[in-house]
């Protein structure tokens, strides 16, 4: 015999057992997230090719040497580590870009991380081609994480990224 109870304690346990996809959704809501309000230079909008759709996205300055980056084949998540920058500094080639991307890990979503991939527009699921050149694009320091992305790196813990609406000065 069910009961409300029961059935809310099943229906739970088949969302998180159901999929990959629903256990990474819950490991990404366990990580930190950082909020930028849409206001600030660095937050902006990216243009679907498919769609026409604007992905709000934060791009890290240049500054920060974020290079090389890779986006995930699946989703919009991003990795940056240092080992790789520490290969690429001095140059770039395809030989090194193949030796890199023979360590890139899998992505929590299931998929990959792979040289030439780019972010997803968050209305239709294509992928935004913002990588023309995959040799060229190991030494672009802007790493561009699109809203509810996961930025991944060897320094820092993961985090999420949330753009928000200009918070209001209430005095």
């Given at each position: ?17 159901g999929s990959v ?44 040497e974020c290079f ?69 694009y190991l030494h ?32």
């Amino acid at each position: 015999m069910a009961t409300p109870f029961l059935d809310k304690i099943y229906s739970h346990r088949s969302a998180v057992v159901g999929s990959v996809m629903k256990l990474y959704w819950i490991k990404k809501q366990l990580m930190k997230v950082v909020e930028y309000e849409r206001s600030l230079q660095w937050v902006g909008d990216i243009k679907c090719p498919s769609c026409s759709g604007l992905t709000p996205a934060w791009r890290s300055s240049g500054m920060s040497e974020c290079f090389p980056h890779f986006f995930c084949d699946r989703c919009s998540n991003v990795i940056h580590r240092e080992e790789d920058k520490r290969l690429v500094w001095y140059e770039k080639s395809q030989e090194l870009l193949n030796q890199i991307a023979k360590t890139l890990p899998s992505c929590n979503c299931g998929g990959h991380f792979r040289p030439g991939c780019g972010p997803k527009c968050k209305h239709c699921g294509k992928e935004i081609p913002i990588v023309s050149d995959p040799v060229e694009y190991l030494h672009n320091p802007n790493m561009i994480v699109a809203d509810g992305a996961c930025a991944y790196s060897d320094k820092r813990e993961p985090y999420v990224v949330h753009i928000v609406e200009t918070k209001q000065n209430t005095m």
